[in-house]
């Protein structure tokens, strides 16, 4: 396909720039695809509410005790995501995945880059 039906505008309502989009999903330009990438980074960052130490301890209990059981294997979810062998295992909550930000509820164990797509959810 030829580059040229990726050019657009920037999505910005206040900029009128020109621009190559890099995918076709991109909708802003280049600057201010950037500062979007980083204000929704930091909004992800502040809905995440942050552990207490005894919460993390208790996590990371779990994912122990499921080496020891599994070895360092995640076991998927659901039929989305299929069991594999991982190393960086995490354990979540099983219900709401952090959205209530209550601690001490029933965990599992997942793969780290599979938790942190159910936690943006
Ligand atoms: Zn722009
Ligand atoms: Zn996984």
Do not use: K
Request: one cysteine or more; charged letters at 25%.
């Amino acid at each position: 396909m030829p580059s040229r039906s990726l050019r657009r505008a920037c999505a910005d309502v206040t900029c009128r720039v020109t621009f190559t989009a890099a995918t076709p999903d991109q909708r802003y330009c280049p600057s201010h695809q950037v500062a979007r990438d980083q204000a929704e980074d930091l909004a992800r960052r502040a809905r995440r509410p942050r552990a207490s130490y005894a919460e993390e301890q208790r996590r990371r209990a779990t994912v122990e005790a499921h080496v020891v059981i599994y070895g360092w294997w995640c076991p998927g979810w659901g039929t989305d995501h299929q069991p594999h062998a991982s190393l960086d295992l995490t354990a979540h909550h099983v219900e709401a995945f952090g959205r209530t930000g209550s601690e001490g509820g029933p965990l599992a164990v997942l793969c780290r880059s599979y938790n942190s797509t159910l936690g943006d959810r």
